[in-house]
């Protein structure tokens, strides 16, 4: 550790960081042509937008798109500051003074760590409130022809063959269980059609196992007085991880937010695979990092007069696309539930790590 205070270990974290900087500039304009683009075409074939629009969208989503690529913005400013060390001979000199491959991986790891600990404490909630705000955003556009939970609310169906419940909502709260403004109207099937038998208005409607918990209410049947009750109970056979599912996503919840909603999906009997499974991932997001920047060390500390550093600097960036497609692959086994979101988060950082501290004890001990 006492190499990463030393001028020497201060000037290698300036040169990974500066190559970092230079990939993400680079990373951030492609980001903001591609999705302007694409913008345009998904919203601006259905509405009018203007250019100026479509970069104001692009803009909300940009912190989110930056956190998905950052790990590969770190690969390769890492390989870039490496390789401009070992093209300009520096390299080759520290290696003549005695400084061994392994304190290579310390700068290249901590920057790693440290840009992941700032990424998840800042740009993760940065990025999921205004990817709230892009969503919204993109609703106004298409409000002409999209309807919206602003406009005609939210509807919902449940049924079995004895009947069916349409239930419309004024809105839902964050937590994607509870219905703001709900009205149940209940059919029943009669002579093979279904009848209107009675309608149910309730301040708030909150999704139990098995059943809807309805709060101050107004219960009307055709060519009866109105009953209001405190309380009801109303059976249902709609999963409630699919309806917070369809209400909530987790790029729209930051760091802080997803362990208390976690939690009280949890108390309410819930499953909330998807959302543990972004928690552990951001968890991990930083030890995901260093590993990128270890691995981008790794494979650039070839010497260039030895040759074959196009050739290492490939199967770099091949290690870093098979760690991504792993990651993507663990996430969907951990979405069916067969492992563990835990296992699937830290499963390919802590093979990557192996890989490249495999590498480069290939390098130095031979």
């Not at 680079?26 to 509405?47: C, N, P």
């Not at 390769?76 to 392994?102: D, F, H, K, P």
Request: net charge neutral.
């Amino acid at each position: 550790m006492s190499f990463m205070f030393s001028r020497l270990g201060r000037y290698i974290c300036a040169r990974i960081i500066g190559g970092v900087a230079v990939a993400l500039v680079a990373v951030l304009a492609a980001i903001l042509l591609i999705d302007m683009v694409e913008q345009m075409r998904t919203v601006g074939t259905r509405t009018e937008m203007t250019l100026l629009e479509a970069f104001r969208l692009t803009l909300l989503k940009t912190p989110m798109l930056i956190e998905q690529t950052l790990p590969f913005v770190v690969l390769a400013g890492t390989m870039m500051a490496i390789i401009g060390l070992n093209r300009s001979s520096e390299l080759v000199s520290m290696r003549a003074a005695g400084i061994s491959a392994w304190r290579f991986l310390t700068p290249a790891g901590t920057v790693g760590l440290v840009i992941g600990v700032i990424a998840i404490t800042a740009l993760n909630p940065l990025g999921a409130r205004l990817f709230r705000e892009f969503e919204s955003g993109r609703e106004d556009a298409l409000s002409d022809r999209l309807p919206t939970a602003g406009e005609n609310g939210i509807w919902i169906r449940q049924g079995n063959p004895e009947g069916q419940v349409v239930i419309h909502a004024d809105g839902v709260d964050p937590s994607g269980t509870r219905l703001l403004g709900a009205t149940f109207m209940f059919f029943e099937m009669r002579s093979e059609a279904l009848r209107f038998t009675r309608r149910i208005r309730a301040e708030e409607a909150e999704l139990k196992p098995g059943f809807w918990q309805l709060t101050n209410l107004v219960e009307a049947t055709p060519g009866g007085r109105p009953v209001r009750q405190t309380h009801l109970a109303i059976r249902t056979t709609l999963d409630a991880t699919e309806l917070i599912n369809r209400f909530v996503t987790p790029a729209t919840l930051s760091f802080w937010d997803l362990p208390g909603f976690i939690h009280e999906a949890r108390a309410a009997g819930f499953a909330p695979t998807r959302y543990e499974l972004k928690w552990q991932s951001l968890l991990a997001y930083p030890l995901l990092l260093a590993v990128m920047a270890g691995l981008g060390a790794a494979f650039s500390l070839q010497l260039q007069r030895l040759g074959n550093l196009a050739r290492w600097g490939a199967a770099g960036v091949g290690i870093g696309l098979f760690l991504f497609f792993y990651s993507q692959l663990a996430g969907a086994f951990a979405m069916t539930q067969s492992v563990p979101a835990a296992v699937a988060a830290w499963s390919a950082p802590l093979a990557g790590m192996f890989i490249a501290l495999a590498m480069v004890a290939f390098l130095e001990d031979g």
